[in-house]
């Protein structure tokens, strides 16, 4: 059974296990589920090496859909989605201070409009969108199915050789790529059609159902490449946010390092894109939130191709390997007092992760949470500057603080208390958020109504 018994289930628990599984073996821990081995880097420097062939690799699909989505998401094309970040970044603030309770909806809402209006050129109102609800669902199944032991089939591999009538994982398996392929296909060719009457807005899909034939993508593979970024981006986003909002909530004192830096620089007007590299201590805020609460704690699993041997660690062909993020970002010798968070080792030379200028410096740039090598997010540049202007959006706003019960006493909000899954986010908690002076209220309520508006979108339809 190997060491079936010993873990816990969860990724995130998983991960904890892994990285006290570390104090034994220094660079590379690995976990026997029956014929199935899994590798767990837990230092950064492994996850870097250079000429690792950890990674599969890049075959002519993969060549083919990453080279377009590149073209779409290099730093140069990301720029050009910076209205609607501002748009969508600006609804976020208004809903939050009006009812802080719905916290999670409006970041879902916030991811899933920011993909829609880049990757369909569609308008999302409500949140409660037919389409949104149902993307977001496959967004979750996903998550559900990636989860290591999620089915007994990855940990007893020679059940793949079943019968479909003795594999229900199968059928469950077929039936989520027929979803997930038929929405896919469904919202493309929606495009599709508005691109023959030249009614599409500039996004993804328009921009693929241009390109297909350049890029010799089939009709299910550009649906997937536009799907598939939706997938990658919408709940990773939103789980961040979540954990920032507990951060504040937790840590508060830290909202006086970022109130003195956006009203310097800022005064009286939302922060822009234009502000953030003049924001270290934003920059070092939300970059602090993905280190303590890493979205993919356990890492991504990436099959080992072929046998391999690293630092004195023989590592078979066929193996999964998983670079464990929580223990990464937990290596003491890196991150001192790595259970602490404090935005201040970005910020002082005295820490071993402070980097100069600081125009630059704290940024996201190949942060290890965004993966490594030729298979790190390929949407890192727009996921940066959504975390970065909602940061500095919702601090100039607003002030989080514990919220109070009936008895007027403080409510408790446990540190640690997240969900399993493949990404994760804390479960509900209680917090409040209010705007930091009513100058600051209405100036939010201006603003949403003006990009409302001036929405390029606003009447079609949706």
Same mark, same amino acid.
């Given at each position: 059974?190997?060491?079936?018994?010993?873990? !816990?289930?969860?990724?995130?628990?998983?991960? @904890?296990?892994?990285?006290?599984?570390?104090?034994?073996?220094?660079?590379?821990?690995?976990?026997?589920?029956?014929?199935?081995?899994?590798?767990?880097?837990?230092?950064?420097?492994?996850?870097?090496?250079?000429?690792?062939?950890?990674?599969?690799?890049?075959?002519? %699909?993969?060549?083919?859909? %990453?080279?377009?989505? *590149?073209?779409? !998401?290099?730093? /140069?094309?990301? !720029?050009?989605?910076?209205?609607?970040?501002?748009?969508?970044?600006?609804?976020?603030?208004?809903?939050?201070?009006?009812?802080?309770?719905?916290?999670?909806?409006?970041?879902?809402?916030?991811?899933?409009?920011?993909?829609?209006?880049?990757?369909?050129?569609?308008?999302?109102?409500?949140?409660?969108?037919?389409?949104?609800?149902?993307?977001?669902?496959?967004?979750?199944?996903?998550?559900?199915?990636?989860?290591?032991?999620?089915?007994?089939?990855?940990? @007893?591999?020679?059940?793949?050789?079943?019968?479909?009538?003795?594999?229900?994982?199968?059928?469950? /398996?077929?039936?989520?790529?027929?979803?997930?392929?038929?929405?896919?296909?469904? =919202?493309?060719?929606?495009?599709?059609?508005?691109?023959?009457?030249?009614?599409?807005?500039?996004?993804?899909?328009?921009? =693929?159902?241009?390109?297909?034939?350049?890029?010799?993508?089939?009709?299910?593979?550009?649906?997937? @490449?536009?799907?598939?970024?939706?997938?990658?981006?919408?709940?990773?986003?939103?789980?961040?946010?979540?954990?920032?909002?507990?951060?504040?909530?937790?840590?508060?004192?830290?909202?006086?390092?970022?109130?003195?830096?956006?009203?310097?620089?800022?005064?009286?007007?939302?922060?822009?894109?234009?502000? &953030? +590299?003049?924001?270290?201590? @934003?920059?070092?805020? &939300?970059?602090?939130?993905?280190?303590?609460?890493?979205?993919?704690?356990?890492?991504? +699993? *990436?099959?080992?191709?072929?046998?391999?041997?690293?630092?004195?660690?023989?590592?078979?062909?066929?193996?999964?390997? *998983?670079?464990?993020?929580?223990?990464?970002?937990?290596?003491?010798?890196?991150? +001192?007092?790595?259970?602490?968070?404090?935005?201040?080792?970005?910020?002082?030379?005295?820490?071993?992760?402070? %980097?100069?200028?600081?125009?630059?410096?704290?940024?996201?740039?190949?942060?290890?949470?965004?993966?490594?090598?030729?298979? &790190?997010?390929?949407?890192?540049?727009?996921?940066?500057?959504?975390?970065?202007?909602?940061?500095?959006?919702?601090?100039?706003?607003?002030?989080?603080?514990?919220?109070?019960?009936?008895?007027?006493?403080?409510?408790?909000?446990?540190?640690?208390?997240?969900?399993?899954?493949?990404?994760?986010?804390?479960?509900?908690?209680?917090?409040?958020?209010?705007?930091?002076?009513?100058?600051?209220?209405?100036?939010?309520?201006?603003?949403?109504?003006?990009?409302?508006?001036?929405?390029?979108?606003?009447?079609?339809?949706?």
């Amino acid at each position: 059974m190997g060491n079936l018994t010993e873990t !816990t289930p969860g990724v995130v628990q998983a991960a @904890v296990q892994y990285l006290k599984s570390n104090t034994l073996l220094a660079v590379t821990s690995s976990v026997t589920f029956s014929a199935l081995l899994l590798i767990v880097i837990s230092y950064l420097h492994t996850s870097k090496r250079p000429d690792a062939k950890l990674l599969p690799g890049p075959k002519d %699909r993969w060549r083919r859909t %990453r080279k377009f989505m *590149h073209q779409l !998401t290099m730093p /140069a094309a990301a !720029t050009s989605y910076e209205p609607a970040q501002l748009l969508e970044s600006t609804r976020v603030v208004y809903n939050l201070l009006k009812d802080p309770t719905t916290y999670e909806h409006v970041f879902e809402q916030y991811s899933g409009g920011l993909i829609f209006r880049i990757g369909y050129g569609k308008r999302i109102v409500t949140g409660e969108e037919d389409a949104l609800r149902r993307i977001i669902q496959v967004n979750r199944n996903l998550e559900r199915i990636a989860s290591p032991g999620s089915y007994l089939v990855d940990t @007893v591999p020679m059940l793949k050789y079943l019968p479909a009538w003795l594999a229900p994982f199968k059928a469950e /398996a077929a039936r989520l790529h027929s979803e997930e392929l038929s929405l896919f296909r469904e =919202l493309l060719d929606e495009v599709r059609q508005r691109v023959r009457n030249g009614t599409a807005a500039s996004c993804f899909a328009s921009q =693929l159902v241009v390109q297909q034939e350049k890029f010799g993508l089939s009709d299910d593979e550009g649906a997937y @490449v536009v799907g598939t970024m939706f997938e990658a981006g919408s709940g990773t986003t939103a789980a961040v946010m979540m954990s920032f909002c507990l951060a504040m909530t937790l840590y508060p004192q830290w909202q006086s390092l970022v109130w003195e830096e956006v009203d310097r620089i800022c005064g009286d007007r939302m922060p822009d894109f234009q502000d &953030i +590299p003049e924001m270290p201590a @934003v920059r070092a805020v &939300i970059k602090e939130v993905l280190r303590w609460r890493p979205v993919t704690a356990g890492g991504v +699993p *990436h099959l080992l191709t072929r046998d391999d041997v690293y630092s004195g660690f023989f590592l078979p062909e066929g193996s999964i390997v *998983h670079a464990n993020q929580w223990a990464i970002h937990r290596e003491k010798a890196l991150y +001192p007092d790595p259970e602490i968070f404090n935005p201040n080792r970005w910020l002082l030379p005295e820490y071993p992760t402070y %980097r100069e200028p600081l125009s630059k410096f704290p940024n996201l740039q190949n942060y290890s949470a965004f993966g490594f090598g030729r298979r &790190i997010c390929p949407g890192m540049n727009i996921a940066e500057r959504s975390l970065h202007i909602l940061t500095a959006r919702i601090l100039w706003a607003g002030r989080f603080s514990k919220k109070k019960g009936p008895d007027g006493a403080e409510m408790d909000v446990p540190d640690y208390d997240y969900g399993s899954g493949f990404n994760t986010q804390p479960k509900p908690f209680p917090f409040s958020f209010v705007a930091r002076s009513p100058e600051r209220m209405k100036a939010v309520e201006e603003s949403w109504e003006k990009a409302r508006a001036e929405d390029p979108l606003r009447g079609d339809g949706d």
